[in-house]
């Protein structure tokens, strides 16, 4: 049996390694489109940060670990098709290679947004080992850095910038920071912070035009013309599956899945950034690009590939950032639901915020800052589906008894699957 796996990131190493121990004596070939060892991207502000060296960045550290496993790397090369009915997967040097068993976990590719000079040197993103590098040349103490995005990703690069010590300017479209996990208050209680920090902060305004002079000059549609040595574009990311495009293979967001995360074609899977997978949460099929969701999807992926039968539990809606020293997090449907309830507190002078969404008598979503104590208790409730019973009342009375609602509801709903198993 031959697998072959498209990606080199955590979710093609890991389905690797699951293919291993379930199937000494298959054939795996992982593909990986850039040059390097397979690494983490999520490791790459802690490189620009200077706690660790490139070799820190790398999945597994040991120099033959893939070779005493057996397993083949083809770096440098991309997938451009996959043909479903001769099982073959044609890549950009030409050659195609053929599969019993296909995972795709290619990823997801930065968002070029159309800008003119976006293509100008000194303007980068910040998602491969290669965009690291070039930025640690510019981004030197005292340096001009403008900075397109302030999404979750974005978030995290302007850290490690922050702590390079550079001049930071960060640009938003959307109305606040964080526009895509955070409401009103919370995301503009994250800009108050940053801008205490010394970062400058646009929000609702976007770069028009970068200008190749030395220094660059950004036009901002605020009417600002701003100088800046480095350009940061971190305006988000999008599954890297165009490839599939002719394939027999239904994309919607991403590459659909099944429970199994096998896709429309019978032995061809997907997993990660790039796999579109149901959450029960929500009730819908999402993309989570985050990193412990990859690692499920993958294992679920690989047991299949080799003929044992696995389920993915759920996907995990969860982000937990940190701005600067503060601590935010949002889980589920942080939005709300129609019809669904909501509390709301805000303590500005502490630097704490807490909104939690109610459907039914279940908390389904929430948006959090400076309530660190309570993360697990509030990914608890909203990925375990609690009923809380009378205690939606006293929570929406005092959202802060969270940890008392989960030991009321949460261990007696486990308790009672207990007794049922």
């Given at each position: 049996m031959k697998h072959v796996i498209l990606g080199a990131g955590p979710a093609g190493v890991i389905a690797a390694e699951t293919i291993r121990k379930?199937?000494?004596?298959?054939?795996?070939?992982?593909?990986?489109?850039?040059?390097?060892?397979?690494?983490?991207?999520?490791?790459?502000?802690?490189?620009?940060?200077?706690?660790?060296?490139?070799?820190?960045?790398?999945?597994?550290?040991?120099?033959?670990?893939?070779e005493k496993l057996r397993i083949d790397i083809r770096r440098g090369v991309r997938a451009t098709g996959v043909d479903t009915k001769a099982r073959t997967v044609s890549l950009d040097d030409g050659t195609a290679v053929p599969f019993d068993r296909l995972l795709i976990a290619t990823g997801s590719?930065?968002?070029?947004?159309?800008?003119?000079?976006?293509?100008?040197?000194?303007?980068?993103?910040?998602?491969?080992?290669?965009?690291?590098?070039?930025?640690?040349?510019?981004?030197?103490?005292?340096a001009r850095v403008i900075q397109m995005g302030a999404g979750f990703i974005g978030c995290i690069i302007m850290e490690a910038l922050a702590v390079r010590g550079v001049q930071l300017t960060v640009v938003e479209m959307g109305d606040r920071m964080v526009p895509r996990m955070m409401g009103p208050t919370a995301g503009g209680m994250i800009k108050a912070w940053c801008e205490a920090k010394g970062v400058r902060v646009f929000t609702g305004a976007r770069v028009e035009a970068i200008e190749p002079h030395a220094p660059l000059r950004v036009r901002l549609s605020t009417g600002d013309h701003l100088e800046a040595d480095l350009v940061i574009s971190a305006t988000g990311v999008k599954p890297a599956?165009?490839?599939?495009?002719?394939?027999?293979?239904?994309?919607?967001?991403?590459?659909?899945?099944?429970?199994?995360?096998?896709?429309?074609?019978?032995?061809?899977?997907?997993?990660?950034?790039?796999?579109?997978?149901?959450?029960?949460?929500?009730?819908?099929?999402?993309?989570?690009?985050?990193?412990?969701?990859?690692?499920?999807?993958?294992?679920?992926?690989?047991?299949?590939?080799?003929?044992?039968?696995?389920?993915?539990?759920?996907?995990?809606?969860?982000?937990?950032?940190?701005?600067?020293?503060?601590?935010?997090?949002?889980?589920?449907?942080?939005?709300?639901?129609?019809?669904?309830?909501?509390?709301?507190?805000t303590d500005r002078d502490a630097g704490k915020h807490l909104s939690l969404q109610f459907?039914?008598?279940?908390?389904?979503?929430?948006?959090?800052?400076?309530?660190?104590?309570?993360?697990?208790?509030?990914?608890?409730?909203?990925?375990g589906q609690v009923s809380l019973g009378e205690w939606k009342d006293k929570l929406l009375a005092d959202p802060t008894l969270l940890m008392e609602a989960y030991l009321a509801r949460a261990q007696a709903q486990e308790a009672r699957a207990l007794v049922k198993a």
């Open positions: 379930h199937a000494p004596h298959d054939e795996i070939l992982i593909v990986g489109d850039e040059p390097e060892l397979p690494y983490s991207r999520m490791a790459i502000p802690y490189l620009l940060i200077g706690d660790i060296g490139e070799e820190g960045t790398h999945l597994r550290h040991g120099s033959d670990h893939y590719r930065p968002a070029s947004p159309p800008i003119p000079g976006i293509h100008t040197a000194g303007v980068h993103t910040c998602w491969t080992l290669k965009d690291a590098r070039a930025i640690m040349q510019r981004a030197q103490k005292g599956i165009g490839f599939l495009e002719n394939s027999e293979i239904k994309c919607l967001q991403g590459v659909l899945t099944d429970e199994h995360m096998q896709t429309s074609v019978p032995g061809i899977y997907a997993a990660g950034d790039c796999a579109e997978a149901f959450d029960k949460v929500s009730g819908k099929t999402v993309v989570s690009a985050i990193q412990p969701n990859a690692a499920d999807q993958a294992r679920v992926a690989g047991l299949n590939m080799v003929g044992l039968k696995a389920e993915l539990k759920g996907v995990t809606q969860i982000n937990v950032l940190d701005t600067l020293g503060l601590i935010s997090a949002s889980f589920g449907n942080w939005q709300g639901v129609p019809g669904g309830d909501h509390v709301e507190l459907a039914g008598d279940r908390l389904v979503g929430c948006n959090s800052i400076g309530w660190t104590e309570h993360v697990g208790v509030m990914r608890g409730l909203v990925e």
